[in-house]
Structure formats: C-alpha cells, structure tokens
C-alpha cells in the first residue's frame, strides 16, 4: 500500500482529489496497527470497533471533541507515568440514560466485556447525548490535576479521587450499536474503522456514505483497492471529468492491468500479443483464467512493465459493459448514494450486476486512464511478489519526479 500511498498524495498535492477516506478492514492486529501508525486521525468508528487513539489531556489543556453518537460514548483515559491501570467514562450509556466511571487494568482496553466491573461513580444522565448535532464533549484537568467532563454545555461529573496531573492519553469507541463519529478532524486523510471480523464487511462504507447523502450527494467517489500498484496521475482528471460528464453510467471502471474482463478487451484491441497469453472473456465477467493464475498474472505483469507507454489501450474509447466486472479501482456519482444503501454481502456484484439491471444504466470501461492491479487472492500463491513491488516502485519515483 506504500505505492498506493505516494500516488494518492501526489494526487492530493496536485488538487485533483479532495479527500482520501482509508477504511481499515483489517483481519490482523499487525494490519491494524499499521493502518493506524500511516494514515492520519480517526473519523469515523463501526459500534464494534476497538478503542482509537485521540490525543491527550494536561493540566488546563483539555480535550475536546465533536462526537457525533446516540449513545455509549466511551472515554478511556490512561495517565501518563506507566501504571498498570486505565479509567474509563461511558458517557449516555444503558440508552442514553445513565454514565459511570469505571477502573480497569490496561489489558481490558481490548475486551468489550464489563459485566463484573463495579462503577467508581454513576449518576443518571437522561438524554445526555443529542442523535441531532454533533455532541460537544470537554474533558478538562485543572491546575491539582482533578479531571471533569462537561457535555453539551452541562457538567456531568468532577472526581477529586482521579490525579492526572501528569497528564493522560485518551482513546475513544463507540459501543452497544452506537457508531461514533469524531467531527473535529483536520486533515486531508481520514481513517475509518469498520467493524471487525465480519466476512464480507465493505458494505459498511456504502452505509456510511449512504446515511449522509445530503453531504456527498455532489461528490465523485473514486473506489480503490489497497494494491493499487500503478496510477496513470496525468489522465485521473479526464478520467473524473469523464465521470461527472456521464451520469448513464453507475459505475465507470478504470483501465486496469491484472483485471479479467480488462485484460479481454485489451487483447481484443490488440494491446496484449498472443505471446503473453489468452485472456478470454470471463464468463458472466467474474473468474477466468488470469483471476485463478499466478503464472498469467506474472506474465501480464511484465509485459506491462515493458511498456513504453504503459498503457494498453481498449478497442474505443469507453467500452460499455452490461455484466458483473472486478472494481479494483471505480467511479461513481455522489447523488447516486441515494441507490447504494447496500446489504451486507457481495458488493461487487450489487454495483456492476443488480443494481445496473434494476437500474436499467449500464457501467463502462474507460481506457485513456489506466492502473494497475498487483493481485487476486487466487494469485498470490505464486505471483513474484517482491520482484513486482520492486518495479512497481522503480516506476513510480520515476513518474512521479517527472
């Protein structure tokens, strides 16, 4: 994803994207925690998600956060100096009636399980969070290092019991099917966290933009996976233009190397000799002989590599497609969010099969921009994983200094 990373930021630096949104659906604690070193302050957190860093408190420099959340806000504050405990606020718990403050030890930051922890404090906070605005929350520590909390413009506790005057840092969640998200974030790169250890989970980010559609609704949203290797930066403009030109269209796909149903029309057109392989059309546009083979795609790979222009043009311009196609890297209109509040399961095939049928609105090919996929899941076993990355990488400084 380092590739990937040089490229967007090129991108950002140019004014050609606005935003980068990078959703962690990471299956490893080592994945996740690299998402979280690279890639800028938390957004938005799944009601599943485990606690996310968020700043720190001293001594009269609060923390203030704009949480959006309709209940269980939960405020871990670890005080600085190595103890071996953590003390921990929900705020508009038990629905939004009640809040405590809890003390657990460190290796409970992971575990959502509080059923035997006793409370240090409750009281009752009826109503203590809006689900109309974005909540306004101020945790202080003042002078002799005595934390209070006040919500909204309403004080909701002060523990004289608490020291922190050495300051603390603070993690925040959700939890109890509440999602968070945190308004104050300044910054051109925001990470989302989606719910852990779901199968097929991306349908939360079509969740997510779907809810907000009054934002985005004039946005384009340009969808790319992870291993992105390769980006044509001088086209990605025409090909953003070309999307918000071409509203018949629910989906537009770029031009992508290591793709079935692009590596059929581009052999089609006459881009892939023979020599390098045949790469039939797949059926229905899912599977085929490349998205099975490691060999097929180390071959196309290379040949692309070799490329002077590195690009391999499709028969025309655009070509239309009418059935299921990978979405390595895609396309759509913001208004159409009012049509992609997606169930959970296969959202490839609800993007570029049902909903286009339902829709009657075909997607497309586009050919002038062209990235380039490094693998499917059926190819890494095989694919020359360091030797690709190492020419991947050679190819965009040299881009990229040009």
């Not at 002060?158 to 509440?178: P, Q």
């Not at 930066?233 to 290591?258: C, H």
Request: net charge negative; glycine share 8%; proline share 6%.
């Amino acid at each position: 994803m380092e590739i990937l990373t040089r490229y967007i930021h090129s991108a950002l630096d140019a004014g050609i994207i606005d935003e980068w949104h990078v959703w962690d659906f990471t299956r490893s604690q080592q994945d996740h925690e690299w998402v979280t070193r690279e890639f800028g302050p938390v957004r938005y957190m799944g009601s599943a998600a485990p606690y996310q860093s968020n700043g720190s408190v001293t001594p009269n420099q609060p923390l203030r956060l704009s949480a959006t959340i309709t209940n269980d806000l939960h405020i871990a504050i670890v005080p600085n100096g190595g103890g071996e405990d953590y003390f921990e606020l929900v705020v508009g718990g038990w629905s939004n009636s009640h809040s405590v403050l809890r003390k657990l030890p460190l290796d409970q930051l992971g575990s959502f399980d509080r059923n035997d922890v006793p409370a240090l404090w409750s009281r009752p906070t009826p109503g203590i969070l809006s689900p109309g605005t974005a909540n306004q929350i101020v945790l202080n520590v003042d002078a002799d290092g005595v934390p209070s909390l006040h919500v909204n413009n309403v004080a909701i506790g002060r523990w004289t019991e608490l020291d922190l005057s050495a300051g603390a840092s603070i993690l925040v969640r959700g939890g109890w099917g509440a999602d968070l998200e945190l308004g104050n974030v300044r910054s051109r790169i925001h990470r989302f966290v989606g719910n852990p250890n779901e199968q097929m989970p991306y349908w939360q980010a079509y969740d997510y933009y779907a809810k907000r559609l009054k934002t985005f609704s004039d946005s384009i949203f340009l969808k790319c996976d992870d291993d992105i290797v390769y980006m044509d930066l001088a086209k990605l403009s025409d090909f953003i233009e070309f999307r918000r030109t071409n509203p018949k269209y629910l989906v537009v796909s770029a031009n992508v190397v290591n793709n079935g149903v692009c590596a059929h029309w581009q052999q089609v057109a006459g881009s892939i000799p023979a020599g390098v392989g045949h790469f039939e059309r797949p059926p229905g546009g899912f599977g085929g002989s490349l998205w099975q083979s490691a060999e097929r795609a180390n071959e196309l790979h290379e040949y692309f590599l070799q490329t002077n222009s590195k690009h391999l043009p499709l028969p025309s311009k655009v070509v239309e497609w009418t059935e299921r196609q990978s979405i390595n890297f895609i396309a759509w209109l913001g208004k159409d969010l009012v049509h992609m509040a997606l169930p959970k399961g296969d959202d490839e095939r609800a993007l570029t099969v049902d909903l286009p049928m339902l829709l009657e609105r075909p997607t497309a090919i586009y050919s002038d921009f062209t990235v380039s996929h490094l693998s499917f899941g059926p190819q890494e076993q095989g694919l020359a994983l360091d030797r690709l990355i190492d020419a991947y990488d050679e190819l965009m400084r040299s881009a990229l200094a040009a």
